[in-house]
């Protein structure tokens, strides 16, 4: 295992504790899985240094907290604790887009939202925040954040949302690719990191063999909307390839389903004429405005057509995505695992799932020791690392990848 992950002379500010909500388990388990698998590591590198290994907190085969939010039969809950927390430094962990887990209300069965979710959360902040060193929450959809700003007279539920967790005395709020990371801007004194998978998407692509080519003549990037453009022109400058804009022309005289339809996308770019073409966007959530840019792009005569996106919520079901990949629409979607994702999904032949849990170990891991994110943690470097052995070992390294 790389050394980047030892701390040489940082000790953790407190025993982890990672409170992991029933909704986002199989992921937490992961994440401590690697966790462990670091201190371990640690452990061996620090004794070998000869370093000084007073109390680290890394003698512990699970960081997993014993707890749980049970219900009653009116459909209240409540946050249940089965062990100390006192001292800890404790990350809640929520996915408040699993719409899978069900609870009984006066004997109907009824599926959470994402607020059940939230108030789930607010529940083991408040069962554990008198007596932990410290709280962080590890919220990757970031609730409410499709609600960002206020047009027209509308409620400002993300800002609402962040405002009330920092009140309860939250410390720091993780989360990834936020739909707009300025709602930060509502709690200035609370620390709010947002980070994107861009680099999980390319090693995902690598290690699954996707035939790509590093050059300006085989690869562009897209954005299917003006919002997306900055993580198109972040990963088409780290990868040194051209970049493409769709922009939506909408009909402001109605409103359909809240918003007003899509008349039109309008690209903004160099031609795509035979080249591989990666889409990258936040969300697919019903899909239609991601899936109508690869069918526009696919008529500009583009040759291979990659989705990626960092939560693929499909509100609308798989049967469009396997018809557009019949019509050869598109090739690959690519979304990550910080969201609940259906098991019909997992084998759909055009999906790939880009792992995210040794990447949000290591976050968790250095806000344990209040270590910098910027060295080993970067998506920037480790992207610059893969074109560098592209160009040293050429297009061969890519189909034997790890």
Same mark, same amino acid.
């Given at each position: ?6 701390? =040489? ?42 370093? !000084? ?64 979710? %939230?108030? !789930? ?14 709280? =962080? ?34 410390? +720091? ?20 990191? =947002? ?46 390839? !051209? ?13 359909? /389903? ?19 073409? #990666? ?21 500009? +005569? ?19 995505? /396997? ?13 990550? =695992? ?28 250095? %806000? ?14 480790? #992207? ?19």
């Amino acid at each position: 295992m790389a050394n980047d992950y030892v701390f =040489n002379d940082a000790l953790p500010v407190a025993p982890l504790k990672i409170a992991a909500l029933e909704d986002c388990r199989s992921l937490a388990r992961k994440v401590n899985d690697h966790i462990v698998n670091f201190r371990k590591n640690d452990t061996k590198e620090l004794l070998r240094r000869k370093a !000084d290994l007073r109390y680290r907190g890394y003698d512990v085969e699970s960081y997993l907290l014993d707890c749980a939010c049970p219900r009653f039969g009116s459909g209240e809950a409540k946050a249940v604790i089965n062990e100390s927390v006192r001292g800890t430094d404790i990350f809640a962990m929520v996915d408040i887009t699993n719409y899978s887990l069900t609870y009984t209300l006066s004997g109907i069965t009824n599926h959470m939202s994402p607020d059940d979710h %939230f108030q !789930d959360l607010k529940r083991i902040i408040a069962a554990t925040v008198a007596t932990a060193h410290r709280v =962080n929450v590890v919220m990757p959809f970031l609730y409410e954040g499709r609600q960002h700003k206020r047009t027209k007279r509308e409620s400002l539920d993300c800002a609402l949302a962040l405002r009330e967790l920092q009140d309860m005395g939250v410390s +720091n709020i993780v989360t990834f690719d936020a739909h707009d990371p300025r709602v930060q801007n509502a709690i200035p004194l609370c620390g709010f990191d =947002n980070f994107l998978a861009t680099y999980q998407f390319m090693k995902t692509l690598f290690e699954h063999q996707v035939p790509i080519r590093l050059d300006k003549d085989s690869l562009m990037i897209i954005s299917p909307d003006e919002g997306a453009m900055h993580r198109a022109v972040y990963l088409a400058n780290n990868l040194g390839v !051209d970049m493409g804009m769709f922009y939506k022309r909408r009909d402001y005289s109605q409103i359909v /389903d809240g918003r007003n339809p899509i008349v039109a996308h309008e690209f903004l770019g160099s031609s795509v004429a035979g080249k591989t073409v #990666i889409i990258v966007d936040d969300m697919i959530s019903s899909g239609e405005s991601i899936l109508d840019t690869a069918k526009a792009l696919k008529k500009r +005569n583009a040759g291979r057509i990659i989705l990626c996106c960092t939560f693929g919520l499909f509100t609308n079901g798989l049967e469009k995505f /396997d018809d557009y990949y019949a019509r050869e629409y598109f090739d690959y979607v690519v979304t990550t =695992n910080l969201n609940y994702r259906p098991p019909q999904l997992l084998e759909r032949p055009w999906y790939l799932e880009a792992d995210m849990s040794k990447y949000l170990a290591a976050i968790i891991n250095s %806000f344990n020791h209040d270590a910098s994110l910027n060295a080993a943690l970067s998506p920037t470097a480790k #992207i610059q690392k893969l074109v560098t052995r592209y160009h040293a070992d050429g297009y061969e390294y890519f189909q034997t990848i790890q």
